[in-house]
């Protein structure tokens, strides 16, 4: 009873012990994650996910790669079926979770 209280009142219920092998757990997912995606995104497809990060419109991207629209297009469209997101910011946030780009510094 005391726990269904404490959750209640936000906190947490979960034992230490439990919540480090969470974490343990969780680092390692994402330590796969990270090599099944540096494995399965080809190198324009992770440039083209650099650049969506900082800022960059696909057009930009193009003129910036020197590569028509539709290809960049559909390298967005293939990062973002391999990472399983649906927008631009998905893609992003997931990269950065994943450590394959880094963090802006704001």
């Known amino acids: 009873m005391d726990a269904l209280r404490g959750t209640c009142a936000g906190r947490?219920?979960?034992s230490q012990r439990v919540t480090r092998c969470r974490?343990?757990?969780s680092d390692q997912v994402?330590?796969?994650?990270?090599a099944i995606a540096k494995r399965d995104l080809s190198s324009q497809q992770l440039e083209?996910?650099?650049r969506l990060a900082l800022g960059n419109s696909t057009q930009q991207i193009a003129d910036q790669m020197g590569l028509c629209l539709d290809t960049?297009?559909?390298h967005k469209k293939r990062?973002?079926?391999k990472l399983g997101v649906q927008s631009e910011?998905?893609?992003?946030?997931?990269?950065?979770?994943l450590g394959?780009?880094?963090q802006s510094e704001e």
């Open 72 to 74: 960049i297009i559909t």
């Open 79 to 81: 990062l973002f079926k």
């Open 12 to 14: 947490s219920c979960t």
């Open 23 to 25: 974490e343990k757990w």
């Open 48 to 50: 083209v996910g650099e």
């Open 100 to 102: 394959l780009i880094p």
């Open 89 to 97: 910011t998905e893609a992003i946030h997931r990269l950065h979770q």
């Open 30 to 34: 994402t330590a796969k994650n990270c």
